[in-house]
């Protein structure tokens, strides 16, 4: 990610950890994964809610290994957790990275990217 990449990033998404998530090791606990896994990631945006029993997660990382935007979902009701639901999508390049943050409305102050 270039530097002018990661301003543009840093605009839609000024605050990396959100909610229950407040580190990597918390994204990792919670899915269940070894924290290893998230080495070569650089985390964009984390987000966990639990609210009434259940719970919903979403995660943006770019991968300095392979220059790639990926997501990670996932939710649960009270039985159980985000365990076993790490599965990295990609999203692709930077420019599809922003038109796909800009779709879901995470970007409302600029749709023209």
């Keep these: 990610m270039t ?12 605050n ?5 998530f407040s580190c990597k090791q918390d994204i990792a606990n919670q899915f269940s994964i070894d924290v290893e896994v998230l080495n070569d990631k650089q985390i964009i945006y984390a987000f966990y809610e639990y609210e009434d029993y259940s719970g919903s997660a979403t995660v943006f990382f770019y991968n300095n290994l392979n220059d790639t935007y990926y997501e990670v979902r ?14 990295e999508e990609e999203i692709g390049s930077f420019d599809l990275f922003m ?14 990217w």
């Design 3 to 14: 530097e002018d990449q990661r301003i543009k990033v840093l605009e839609i998404f000024p």
């Design 74 to 87: 996932g939710g649960h009701c009270s039985c159980y957790g985000l365990e076993g639901q790490w599965d």
């Design 99 to 112: 038109q796909y943050v800009t779709r879901q409305g995470y970007n409302k102050k600029n749709s023209s």
């Design 16 to 20: 990396i950890y959100n909610e229950l």
